[in-house]
Structures are given as C-alpha cells and as structure tokens.
T-cell receptor, first 114, second 113 residues
C-alpha cells in the first residue's frame, strides 16, 4: 500500500544538538509535502510545506526540509535545537495518486533535554 | 487563537451509549475533515466534507457518521460506542485550494469503558 513513513518513532537529544527527522513516501507523480508539529497540550500546526520550486524549504522556528524527488524523501532538519522544540512531528503528503487527500506518517516524538 | 472548536476535550463513556463529537469553525472554510489518531500512530482520515450537504468516508473504515448541514459545523456521531472506539478524534479544515494546509482543532480524547 502507498504510504508515508517516518522511521524514527522517538528521538532524544540535548539542546544545541542538530536534528534530522526522516520522511519517505511511496506515491508517484505530483506531490505536495508538509511537516506538522504538535507541542505538548496544543493542536497540530503547520511547520512548513513544499509545493514546487526550490526543494529546500524554510519554515518557522528555524526548521527547514529538503525534497529529494529521486529518493521520495522530505527530511526535516534544524541545526541547533532548543528545549522548546520538544514536540511530536508529523510528515504528510498530498498526492494526486491518493486522490489529493492528505496522508500522514506515524509521527516522531522528539524530546530535547535542557 | 482557536478558530476550530472541538468539544468535549475529554470524554469517558460506557459501552452502548450514543455520543456526538462537536466541531465548529469560524474561518468559513468549505473543506472539513475528521481524523482518528491512536497514541504513537499516524492520523487516519475517517470522514471529510467539501461543503454543505457533502460528506464522504475516508481511508479508514469507521462506524461513525457525520453531517454537514451548515458550513461551520461538522459533528461526528457514534450510535453505540464500544471500547474499540477509544481514540483521539481530530477535526480539521482547509480552504478550497488543492494544496492548502490543514488547520486543526485541539481534538477530543474519547475513552469507552
């Protein structure tokens, strides 16, 4: 079945460390890609998105993601994390092949130790 | 700021009861969605609506039903709750644009005993 995969379920790191969360999808054709974040006790909110153009997109709070079409990947990165980045991160794909409905990955729970 | 309101925030209810989870939005978005999320798992689309009087089932089979009589209101109903319905239910909206992001409510965490 076509899907969105986030390989890391839990990540624990210290402040100032670099973060990279993997996201792979299996849809061919045109895709729109998103990363959502859910801070503790808050609702899901958009972190960044890719539709077309420059494959390196920048989002809020210093996050960026790179779309690599040949690898079907859209990995999320942040060079230096803060304690406030503790949250759950979800990759999502809107694909023509999936009827343009948004499909989410399983999420990665990130804990940043102060 | 909350433009999508979900009530109740938490609900614990016995097996066999009928329940309705409320979702209201003030943004005037035509598209509305219900997702189901178990702890540590991905979100699964269970219902969506592209406008008034339009409802469709999502990718994950669900015993729940929805209605869309008004643009701003998209309630989800379970006629007879079972323990297997225990989950978090998230309501979301988006504009008509093909690639517009979703805006989420805070969710309803349902426990059926």
């Amino acid at each position: 079945a076509q899907s969105v995969s986030q390989h890391n379920h839990h990540v624990i790191l210290s402040e100032a460390a670099s973060l990279e969360l993997g996201c792979n999808y299996s849809y061919g054709g045109t895709v729109n890609l998103f990363w959502y974040v859910q801070y503790p006790g808050q609702h899901l909110q958009l972190l960044l998105k890719y539709f077309s153009g420059d494959p390196l997109v920048k989002g809020i709070k210093g996050f960026e993601a790179e779309f690599i079409k040949s690898k079907f990947s859209f990995n999320l990165r942040k060079p230096s994390v803060q304690w406030s980045d503790t949250a759950e991160y979800f990759c999502a794909v809107n694909a023509e092949a999936a009827g343009n409905k948004l499909t989410f990955g399983g999420g990665t729970r990130v804990l940043v130790k102060p | 700021e909350a433009d999508i309101y979900q009530t109740p925030r938490y609900l614990v209810i016995g097996t066999g009861k009928k329940i309705t989870l409320e979702c209201s939005q003030t943004m005037g978005h035509d598209k509305m969605y219900w997702y189901q999320q178990d702890p540590g798992m991905e979100l699964h689309l269970i219902h969506y609506s592209y406008g008034v009087n339009s409802t469709e089932k999502g990718d994950l089979s669900s015993e729940s039903t929805v209605s869309r009589i008004r643009t701003e209101h998209f309630p989800l109903t379970l006629e007879s709750a079972r323990p297997s319905h225990t989950s978090q239910y998230l309501c979301a909206t988006s504009t008509d644009d093909y690639n517009s992001p979703l805006h989420f409510g805070n969710g309803t965490r349902l426990t059926v005993t």
